[in-house]
C-alpha cells in the first residue's frame, strides 16, 4: 500500500525551488538596494552581461525601423536590415562618438548628424565625408563596422546582449523558453505603452510586484476575488515565476464573510471597472446580469465564459485555450531576470519593465507596456507612447497599480534606516529573494 508522507513539497510543478529561504539565505542584505557603490558594480559587471528586452517585435517589423534602449549609461540601438534580419548596435558613432538613433522610427540607412559619416543598416560603412582628409588607416571597411549587440527573440520580445560571450538567450530564460505564456506573448500586440519614474532602485521597485503576499496589506480590495494563500511561487537558476491559482475565490484571509459566488464575481468587476477594462455601461449590465446568475455558476466560469465569447464575438479564436488561462488562473507570470515581469491572461499582458535611471541608484524608470491579442489584421500600427516624468503626473494608473507605486518611494526611503542592513524575505517572497541571489552571483558577491 502507498503510504501518503506528510512531507513538505520541495519541487515545483517545473521541477524549480519553491521552498522557503531558510538559516543565512533567509536574509537578504539592504546594500543591493541603497549602495552607490552596489549600483556601479551592477553597470559594470550585470547590465553588460545580462540578456534584457529591448523593445517587441512589432516595433522593427519592417526594414529600417529602429528603437533605441538604454540601459544605466549605455545605448543600443536595434534595427531591421534590409536582408531582413534584426541587428543591435552600440549607439556611439565611430568617428568622434555621437549618439546616432534616438527613440524609434524609420530609416533607409544610419547618418551621424555630427558630420554625416553615413552606414548602412547593416553597419557596413557607406561613406566617410571628405574620406581624402584621413589616414586611410583609421577609415578602413573593416575598422568601420559599427559594434554590435547580441540579439535575440522570444515571445515577440526583443532581447540584446552587450557581451558577445553571453550564453544563447534560450539557455538564460531557461524553463521561460518553451513555456504556453511564449506562445500567448508572441501573438500579442501594442495597446498602449506608458513609462515614468520612481524615487526608489529598480530592485525595489521591482521586488512590488514579485508576490501575493503584499495583498491584505496593500489590495485589501482584491482578497474579495482572488486567494492569495494558493498562488505558487517557483525559481530557477536565475528566472522565476508566480502561478496565479485562485481567481475567483476569497481569500481565506477574510474570515467567515461566507460570501455568494455573485458578491465575489460583483467585486471581481468592480475592480476591471475601475481598470476601465469595462466601461460604466458594461460594468452596470454585467452587475445586473450577475444579480440574476444561478447560485451555484463560479465566478471562474462566468468569467471565463464571458472572455471566451466576448473574444469569439470580435473574431479572436480561442480554440485551444483553457478556461482557466483566459482569465489568468494557472498562468506562469514570469519575473524575467533581471528586471520585467509578465502579469498576464492568454489574451493580454500588463508588461512592466525596470531599468536604473541612468546612473542615479535611487530613481528608476518603469516601462508598463499594454499587449493584447487583436482579431487577426487589426493590430494599431501606431499606439500612444505616454512618458510621465514622475508617476504622480498620471492619474490613470488604476487602483492596483497606483497602491503599489505608492509603496515603493516609501520602502526606498525606510531601507535608509541605520538599526538594520537586512531584510528578511519568506516562502511567499522567493521570487524577489532569487532575483537579488542572481545578481549577487554577477556582480561578484556570491
Ligand atoms: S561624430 Fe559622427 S560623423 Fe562625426
Ligand atoms: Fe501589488
Not at 34 to 61: D, F, G, N, T
Not at 135 to 141: V, Y
Amino acid at each position: 500500500m502507498t503510504q501518503v508522507q506528510d512531507v513538505p513539497v520541495t519541487v515545483g510543478p517545473l521541477g524549480g525551488r519553491v521552498t522557503r529561504p531558510e538559516g543565512a539565505e533567509a536574509w537578504v542584505p539592504k546594500e543591493p538596494f541603497i549602495s552607490p557603490e552596489y549600483a556601479k558594480l551592477e553597470a559594470e559587471r550585470l547590465w553588460p552581461r545580462v540578456w534584457q528586452v529591448a523593445c517587441r517585435e512589432q516595433e522593427v517589423a519592417n526594414v529600417g525601423d529602429y528603437v533605441e534602449y538604454t540601459i544605466v549609461d549605455q545605448s543600443v540601438f536595434v534595427v531591421r536590415t534590409e536582408q531582413g534580419t534584426l541587428k543591435a548596435f552600440l549607439n556611439s558613432c565611430l568617428h568622434r562618438g555621437t549618439q546616432l538613433k534616438h527613440g524609434c522610427g524609420n530609416a533607409k540607412e544610419i547618418r551621424c548628424r555630427y558630420h554625416a559619416w553615413r552606414w548602412n543598416l547593416d553597419g557596413s560603412i557607406k561613406e566617410v565625408t571628405d574620406a581624402f582628409d584621413f589616414d586611410p588607416a583609421c577609415i578602413t571597411p573593416e575598422s568601420l563596422q559599427l559594434p554590435e549587440c547580441q540579439v535575440d527573440t522570444w515571445g515577440g520580445f526583443v532581447f540584446v546582449n552587450m557581451d558577445p560571450d553571453a550564453e544563447t538567450l534560450r539557455d538564460f530564460l531557461g524553463p521561460i523558453a518553451d513555456s504556453p505564456e511564449g506562445r500567448y506573448l508572441e501573438t500579442m500586440r501594442f495597446e498602449r505603452s506608458r513609462s515614468t519614474t520612481v524615487a526608489a532602485n529598480w530592485k525595489t521597485a521591482l521586488g512590488a510586484f514579485t508576490d501575493g503576499y503584499h495583498f491584505s496589506g496593500t489590495h485589501p480590495q482584491l482578497l474579495y476575488y482572488v486567494d492569495d494563500t494558493t498562488y505558487i511561487y517557483e525559481t530557477f537558476e536565475k528566472q522565476s515565476r508566480m502561478v496565479i491559482v485562485g481567481q475567483g475565490k476569497p481569500s481565506p484571509k477574510l474570515g467567515d464573510l461566507d460570501l455568494e459566488n455573485k458578491d465575489v464575481l460583483l467585486a471581481w468587476v468592480a475592480d476591471l471597472h475601475e481598470l476601465k477594462l469595462f466601461n460604466d455601461e458594461q460594468a452596470a449590465a454585467l452587475a445586473a446580469t450577475i444579480h440574476t446568475l444561478p447560485p451555484e455558476v463560479t465566478p471562474l466560469q462566468f468569467m471565463s465564459s464571458l472572455t471566451r465569447s466576448a473574444s469569439e464575438d470580435a473574431g479572436i479564436d480561442t480554440t485551444g485555450i483553457g478556461d482557466d488561462h483566459l482569465i489568468g488562473e494557472n498562468v506562469s507570470d514570469w519575473f524575467i531576470f533581471p528586471n520585467s515581469c509578465t502579469p498576464m491572461t492568454a489574451l493580454s499582458v500588463f508588461y512592466i519593465r525596470f531599468r536604473p535611471d541612468g546612473l542615479d541608484h535611487e530613481s528608476c524608470i518603469i516601462d508598463v507596456w499594454n499587449l493584447r491579442t487583436y482579431p487577426p489584421g487589426t493590430a494599431p500600427d501606431t499606439w500612444p507612447r505616454e512618458v510621465y516624468p514622475d508617476w504622480r503626473e498620471h492619474d490613470g494608473w488604476g487602483r492596483i497599480f497606483l497602491q503599489d507605486l505608492q509603496n515603493v518611494p516609501n520602502v526606498q526611503k525606510g531601507m535608509h534606516t541605520r538599526s538594520r542592513d537586512r531584510l528578511i524575505c519568506g516562502r511567499q517572497e522567493i521570487a524577489m529573494w532569487n532575483t537579488i541571489r542572481v545578481v549577487e552571483q554577477y556582480v561578484g558577491r556570491k
